[in-house]
């Protein structure tokens, strides 16, 4: 896909990111009164994700290169050249914009000590904050570059027009929206961007193309004067033409394709995918025949309730689930070794911490549940975190100015999971199962190797 527009100061050309080479690149295509005048041109190559390009009076362009926590701003001059824009200490770095002058660049920092929008010139390595601890999202200068539009998802959700010295704020909308200001800087054009991204919240397809989400589902483009009172109603303008089947058609295929994919593309699941191709057939003529967006929510649930089973048929005594294969073997090998459930959730435990590092593991914390016979009532086991003796936040010694530093002891904890693990084991474990059994499945897996699932290979990434 093509996404993330910045023409040039001149208007000749478009550089944009693009997955046309198999991840996100940017790329520049000229463009003449007719459209494009030749193919577009891949620009950078770097194995990270890049996109979200500003281009500046001389036809350097700024981008972001990483993601999450090393995203970082790069300059590209006209020659090709690359070199960070800074020093990258203030965290990730996100939604660069030049000035409209071409001298000052705005651009948003998220880190430990929170996340910032910033201003920078272009030829030097002074740096000011304008806004700090807001969620501060897509920095949009105004004509005369005297202000700047935002947007926040999370905490109060909005867009937002300031100073460059960050005196007040205007509330403009209560939705949050990628904003675009008419050139005499009276009006200004928002569209609706989606709800704040979550962490991992158990979607088992939490790897998918969420870059690709930059809009919000069934959201809107409208208009408002700048600055405005909040919610101010909108001029008039021509109605934007929908193609209701289209939309419908899209909305439908995704969720169906999205979970056969998932839950029916294994070999032995040819039954219930005859069953879901199905379904496919029939609902589709009346998802497409659908007037709003609620008769196409209607049909599109009754679907997914007549689906068939999400998972294969079992049976049997015992079970044990977990987030990866590998992690659901150490526990079944613990039951079948004649342990019992306690057994069964501490080499999942380590196993998970091996081959899911990225979300579990022996450096970390958290509780256990535990109801075994003959135990009459449920047992809670915490093992949470334990910061040093010292280090507490009243020790200003160790403190910067009052804030905690990027690094030192304050900003350490003692991790609890392998106390924990071996207290559950101790108290309430068969007996039968030696600890060394419990940690063999980890170390294995460790040793020998294990298929790298989609969501590790995205962190390492």
């Known amino acids: 896909?093509?996404?993330?527009?910045?023409w040039t100061p001149d208007g000749s050309a478009l550089v944009f990111a693009s997955d046309h080479a198999g991840r996100f690149d940017l790329w520049r295509v000229g463009i003449g009164p007719a459209g494009a005048t030749g193919e577009a041109e891949r620009i950078t190559s770097a194995p990270e994700w890049e996109g979200e390009p500003t281009v500046g009076p001389a036809g350097d362009v700024v981008f972001v290169r990483g993601t999450g926590p090393t995203a970082r701003l790069i300059r590209r001059d006209s020659g090709g050249a690359e070199r960070p824009v800074t020093g990258g200490r203030d965290g990730a770095e996100r939604w660069p914009a030049y000035a409209p002058?071409?001298?000052?660049?705005?651009?948003?920092?998220?880190?430990?000590?929170?996340?910032?929008?910033?201003?920078?010139?272009?030829?030097?390595d002074s740096t000011t904050v304008v806004l700090r601890d807001r969620p501060v999202e897509r920095p949009t200068?105004?004509?005369?570059?005297?202000?700047?539009?935002?947007?926040?998802?999370?905490?109060?959700?909005?867009?937002?027009?300031?100073?460059?010295?960050?005196?007040?704020?205007?509330?403009?909308?209560?939705?949050?929206?990628?904003?675009?200001?008419?050139?005499?800087?009276?009006?200004?054009?928002?569209?609706?961007?989606?709800?704040?991204?979550?962490?991992?919240?158990?979607?088992?397809?939490?790897?998918?193309?969420?870059?690709?989400?930059?809009?919000?589902?069934?959201?809107r483009l409208w208009f408002l004067a700048a600055?405005?009172?909040?919610?101010?109603?909108?001029?008039?303008?021509?109605?934007?033409?929908?193609?209701?089947a289209a939309v419908n058609a899209?909305?439908?295929?995704?969720?169906?394709?999205?979970?056969?994919?998932?839950?029916?593309?294994?070999?032995?699941d040819a039954p219930r995918f005859a069953r879901w191709d199905g379904l496919r057939a029939t609902h589709r003529p009346r998802a497409l025949a659908a007037r709003s967006d609620e008769e196409l929510?209607?049909?599109?649930?009754?679907?997914?309730?007549?689906?068939?089973?999400?998972?294969?048929?079992?049976?049997?005594?015992?079970?044990?689930?977990?987030?990866?294969?590998v992690?659901?073997?150490?526990?079944?090998?613990?039951?079948?070794?004649?342990?019992?459930?306690?057994?069964?959730?501490?080499?999942?435990?380590?196993?998970?911490?091996?081959?899911?590092?990225?979300?579990?593991?022996?450096?970390g914390y958290g509780q256990m549940l535990i109801q075994v016979p003959p135990v009459p009532t449920p047992a809670l086991i915490e093992f949470m975190t334990r910061a040093p003796e010292q280090a507490g936040l009243s020790n200003a010694e160790l403190l910067s100015r009052g804030?905690?530093?990027?690094?030192?002891?304050?900003?350490?904890?003692?991790?609890?999971?392998?106390?924990?693990?071996?207290?559950?084991?101790?108290?309430?474990?068969?007996?039968?199962?030696?600890?060394?059994?419990?940690?063999?499945?980890?170390?294995?897996?460790?040793e020998v190797g294990f298929p790298v699932s989609d969501g590790l290979a995205t962190t390492l990434r």
């Open 1 to 6: 896909s093509d996404r993330q527009l910045a």
């Open 101 to 124: 002058d071409g001298r000052r660049l705005a651009y948003v920092t998220a880190g430990e000590r929170g996340t910032a929008l910033r201003l920078r010139w272009a030829d030097g």
């Open 141 to 219: 200068w105004s004509p005369q570059g005297d202000r700047l539009a935002f947007a926040t998802r999370s905490g109060s959700p909005g867009t937002w027009v300031t100073p460059l010295n960050g005196a007040y704020t205007n509330l403009v909308a209560t939705q949050a929206a990628a904003v675009a200001w008419a050139p005499d800087g009276g009006v200004l054009a928002l569209a609706e961007l989606p709800p704040a991204e979550v962490g991992y919240n158990g979607d088992p397809d939490r790897t998918g193309r969420r870059d690709l989400v930059d809009v919000a589902a069934g959201g």
């Open 227 to 244: 600055p405005a009172p909040p919610d101010a109603g909108p001029r008039s303008g021509p109605p934007i033409p929908l193609d209701r």
């Open 250 to 268: 899209d909305a439908f295929d995704r969720l169906w394709e999205r979970t056969a994919r998932i839950y029916f593309s294994q070999a032995d």
């Open 297 to 325: 929510a209607a049909v599109l649930h009754e679907m997914w309730r007549n689906r068939p089973p999400l998972a294969r048929p079992a049976a049997g005594r015992a079970a044990v689930s977990s987030a990866h294969p």
């Open 327 to 363: 992690a659901t073997a150490a526990g079944l090998e613990m039951l079948r070794k004649g342990g019992n459930v306690v057994d069964a959730a501490v080499a999942v435990s380590f196993a998970l911490g091996v081959v899911e590092p990225d979300a579990s593991g022996i450096g």
């Open 403 to 446: 804030n905690l530093p990027s690094d030192g002891p304050v900003l350490a904890n003692v991790p609890g999971t392998v106390a924990g693990m071996r207290l559950a084991w101790e108290r309430y474990g068969s007996g039968k199962v030696r600890w060394a059994d419990l940690v063999a499945p980890a170390i294995r897996a460790a």
